[in-house]
């Protein structure tokens, strides 16, 4: 097995949202930037998982050792996009102790009596974690949008109020890796219909996913005003085909890896003198035999 990665660009490169960039023109099948084959990808997340796991790790040791800086991964996508796969299969290879997972639905009554950021920013990650947003704010800026659950003239304010928010939270120490997992309406009814075949799976079914599919349009609308308007030097947007959730998966782990590499944690230094402690053990072992 060779230790070629089989990426001809870097996904935080090949995946990221440029000006221009149109949403109807996106192949959601593509596999941008990897020239490997599916097995070539397993290979290479299993190696990237575990350098994903060393990273969670020192982040976390950083944490405990009064360090500011935390993750942020935000996940959005229509239904069946694959979300939750990442969040089993990706986060799912670091040590759990270390990750803060949150889905976002409905709003409670007593989160609609808040702002649309309260609930958001109650669940930002602890220094030395990943968090990870299962949907997020900015499904008061789609579902909501295409439903019109809230005046346009409030909607329409949110773009900015979402920026400033997130430059804030990135200011504090939080590096924030926004993922829009995109699905083509073909894929996605397979993945809805395999649903219903499968009993196991009875529980992800929902009769108002298919009805949601009739606001496909409105939504791509939406999501291409969010990728438009929302994808900033502090937190910028990957658009990320999902048709292929080998490709989606990996993309998402190499994303994350990169992301923690860039901090450059190294591991803290001992707070107390290791060679004296080195010496008491030698003195105790001494003593017991
Ligand atoms: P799921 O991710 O399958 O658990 O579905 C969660 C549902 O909650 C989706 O249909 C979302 O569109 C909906 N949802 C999430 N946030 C909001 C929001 N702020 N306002 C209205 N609906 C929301
Ligand atoms: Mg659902």
């Not at 996009?81 to 759990?96: E, F, Q, S, T, W």
């Not at 998402?252 to 060679?275: K, N």
Request: charged residues 30%.
């Amino acid at each position: 097995m060779g230790k070629r990665s089989h990426w001809r660009e870097h996904p935080a490169h090949a995946l990221r949202v440029d000006h221009g960039f149109r949403l109807e023109s996106f192949d959601a099948a593509a596999t941008p930037g990897f020239e490997g084959a599916q097995k070539h990808a397993e290979r290479l997340m299993e190696r990237r998982g575990a350098d994903l796991a060393e990273l969670q790790e020192r982040l976390y040791a950083h944490g405990r050792a009064g360090g500011d800086r935390s993750m942020l991964l935000v996940l959005q996508g229509m239904d069946t996009a694959g979300k939750g796969g990442i969040v089993r299969h990706v986060l799912g290879m670091v040590d759990p102790q270390g990750v803060a997972s949150r889905g976002f639905g409905v709003p409670t009554e007593e989160e609609r009596a808040h702002h649309f950021l309260w609930r958001i920013d109650r669940a930002l990650p602890q220094a030395g974690r990943i968090g990870v947003f299962d949907r997020s704010h900015y499904e008061d800026v789609l579902v909501v949008r295409v439903h019109g659950l809230v005046p346009e003239a409030v909607w329409q304010g949110r773009y900015s109020e979402i920026n400033e928010w997130e430059a804030q939270v990135a200011e504090r120490g939080t590096t924030i890796v926004k993922c829009a997992l995109m699905v083509s309406p073909e894929e996605q009814l397979n993945r809805i219909e395999e649903r219903l075949e499968r009993p196991d799976k009875h529980w992800k079914y929902n009769p108002g996913d298919l009805d949601e599919r009739a606001h496909w349009p409105a939504y791509m609308e939406a999501y291409q005003a969010v990728l438009d308007r929302t994808s900033t030097p502090s937190a910028p947007w990957h658009v990320i085909p999902a048709d292929n959730k080998w490709y989606a998966r990996l993309a998402v782990t190499e994303l994350l890896a990169s992301a923690l590499e860039s901090l450059e944690l190294g591991w803290p230094q001992a707070d107390f003198d290791v060679q004296a402690e080195r010496e008491r053990i030698a003195r105790l072992r001494s003593k017991e035999v």
